[in-house]
């Protein structure tokens, strides 16, 4: 199985790849040497290969990539998908180098429309290419059903709620919308629709057969059907019986219904029945994790977005464990918006946890909206901020995703990463990992176990560890917040209660001297069972700028187990 960071990184990045065709046409390079002509002055000092494609130099490149697809990849791109294949998919298809990344591509293209992920079948993919079959079977005209009008619209949006069909045409009352009256017309059906998403309620598509030889074509105008429309007299309208409507201006499209309505009224009808086609035309929009709406190869993100993550262990019961998933972005590297005196930054994260076979366990998908005052704009790019997420996981080894985008610009960033879920098994000491906080506080009862970075009754909102691969920091003017659980204490046969011993020892790591050190015993933390929390927190203004390292050690005097935690940090 092709590895899950070669399947995920194929995610997003599509805001910096344009929509549109993705087929050049003969006037590619006459449009390109215009370009250079009508050029901003300046621009001919512009290095070649960094001065930006024109939209025609785009298609032409695109088109080129296309004529180097095994036939396979061509057939899965222009039949198998080609109604509900986006432009910036099929964009990014094409510019994939090779072989292993289009399989995984199209891997990618099923999972991302599969309704359950978390089953071996994908539901999506199965419905599509039953209704392939279906059109072909019953939509044929000289062609493959599934290239016909009616195949399109079946294989995209399913059968219809109900169909009025005339396949023999013939007489025909219209309804009075339509003009009423009576006339001849071809084989037409009208297929309803209660509801399309993106497109409305009650939608009705009408399919004509003008040829009489089973090739039903979408129409827009009401008199396509009307097998009268170019005979003289015949086949009129209510109106144009009573000499108040004109045929010709039905002939001419000045008035399609032939009604008496004005003409302003006629053409928005009219442009209303265009947009319902131009939306049925595109391809449907892909409803699971909408933020993984295109797919490209990583190495097509030339403007990466950095951004920091940090991963924290919690024990919730013997078999479920707490991933508290903590994501820092640099306010700098988030384009900000300036809309009634504030100034909007706005990233869309998703996550995807899943086992080391594949199998999706967990999604999230959030916004991370800033909200600042105008004045205060250049204070706030120079902070971070910070997203957090607590996940409830079985022991094991998972594999996390996660992609990130500026909504108002045109950067994104990927992290992935394999994690080791640990058991808190009942026979040895153990923890959950150790914390360091710039916020640490108790919430209100009502608060207890939901929100933002709440863990139990506690606010803990973590520091997280930059990229680089250095410890997080502190300002003086802070405090250093340290948080843990401590789980399977013993508990004495006699009294039923634990007996054990907590030391705390912050050391400078340049020195090497103690700076702080302290003991606890479970004599003196009030009731506890075998599980404890500990909490400290400190000044930081009298300590020197430097790194330091926190060690905990804990004594479990009935068992003669013992437990050691060390992080380190950087006080500034």
């Known amino acids: 199985m092709k590895s899950i960071r070669t399947l995920f990184l194929v995610l997003l990045a599509g805001a910096c790849i344009g929509a549109g065709s ?47 697809l095994n036939p396979t990849d061509k057939k899965w791109l222009d039949e198998d998908v080609r109604y509900i294949i986006t432009d910036e998919e099929r964009e990014a298809f094409l510019k994939m180098s090779n072989e292993e990344e ?32 279906y059109a072909n079977e019953h939509f044929a005209s000289g062609v493959p059903g599934w290239r016909t009008d009616r195949g399109r619209i079946y294989i995209v949006f399913g059968p219809a709620d109900e169909i009025d069909s005339h396949p023999s045409g013939g007489t025909y009352e219209r309804s009075q919308e339509e003009g009423g009256g009576e006339t001849s017309t071809y084989p037409f059906e009208d297929w309803r629709y209660r509801y399309i998403e993106g497109i409305g309620n009650e939608v009705i598509i009408e399919f004509v057969d003008q040829c009489m030889c089973n090739e039903y074509r979408i129409s827009t105008n009401p008199n396509d059907k009307d097998a009268l429309l170019q005979t003289p007299g015949a086949g009129l309208t209510t109106y144009e019986q009573m000499g108040m409507a004109n045929k010709s201006d039905r ?25 319902q086609y131009a939306k049925l035309m595109k391809a449907p929009t892909v409803k699971y994790t909408d933020l993984l709406n295109t797919m490209v190869s990583h190495k097509f993100i030339t403007n990466p977005m950095p951004f920091d993550v940090r991963t924290d262990f919690v024990k919730v019961t013997s078999d479920t464990v707490l991933v508290p998933i903590t994501l820092q972005i640099k306010n700098k590297d988030i384009t900000f918006v300036s809309k009634d005196g504030i100034q909007r930054g706005t990233v869309n ?8 076979t594949g199998k999706i366990v967990q999604t999230f998908e959030d916004p991370v909206q800033i909200d600042v005052p105008n004045d205060l704009l250049a204070l706030k790019v120079e902070q971070s901020s910070i ?23 045109d950067r994104q960033g990927i992290w992935s990463k394999g994690i080791m879920v640990p058991s808190f098994d009942d026979d040895h000491l153990n923890s959950s990992t150790m914390i360091l906080a710039d916020i640490m506080e108790k919430v209100p009862a009502k608060s207890i176990g939901a929100g933002n970075f709440v863990i139990g009754d506690e606010k803990v909102r973590p520091k997280v560890d930059p990229a680089t691969g250095k410890p997080s920091s502190f300002k003086r003017d802070q405090r250093l917040n ?34 702080v050190t302290a003991t606890d015993s479970t004599d003196s933390m009030g009731n506890i069972g075998d599980q404890m929390t500990l909490e400290k927190s400190l000044a930081l203004n009298s300590m020197e700028p430097g790194l330091y390292r926190l060690t905990v050690k804990v004594d479990d005097k009935v068992s003669n187990q013992t437990l050691t935690r060390s992080t380190p940090f950087q006080v500034e």
């Open 102 to 133: 289009r399989d995984a591509f199209i891997e990618q293209f099923w999972l991302r429309r599969d309704p359950t992920p978390d089953t071996p079948e994908n539901e999506f993919k199965e419905e599509h290419y039953r209704r392939i079959a």
């Open 349 to 356: 994260i998703l996550g995807r946890v899943t086992t080391m």
């Open 251 to 275: 002939i001419n499209g000045l008035n399609p219904t032939g009604s008496n309505q004005d003409y302003a009224s006629s053409q928005s009808k009219q442009f209303d029945k265009l947009e």
């Open 482 to 515: 340290m948080w843990m659980q401590v789980y399977n204490l013993a508990l004495d046969e006699k009294t039923k209660k634990p007996s054990a011993t907590v030391q705390y020892d912050l050391i400078n790591v340049q020195t090497n001297k103690s700076v």
């Open 387 to 409: 997203y957090w997420k607590a996940l409830p996981l079985r022991s094991g080894r998972y594999r996390v995703d996660i992609v990130i985008k500026d909504v108002n610009g």
């Open 22 to 68: 993705v087929y050049g046409g003969p006037g590619d390079d006459k449009a390109a040497a215009q370009d250079a002509k009508t050029a901003q002055p300046g621009q001919t000092d512009v290095d070649p290969l960094k001065r930006p494609l024109t939209e025609k130099q785009k298609k032409q490149n695109l088109k080129s990539l296309y004529k180097e």
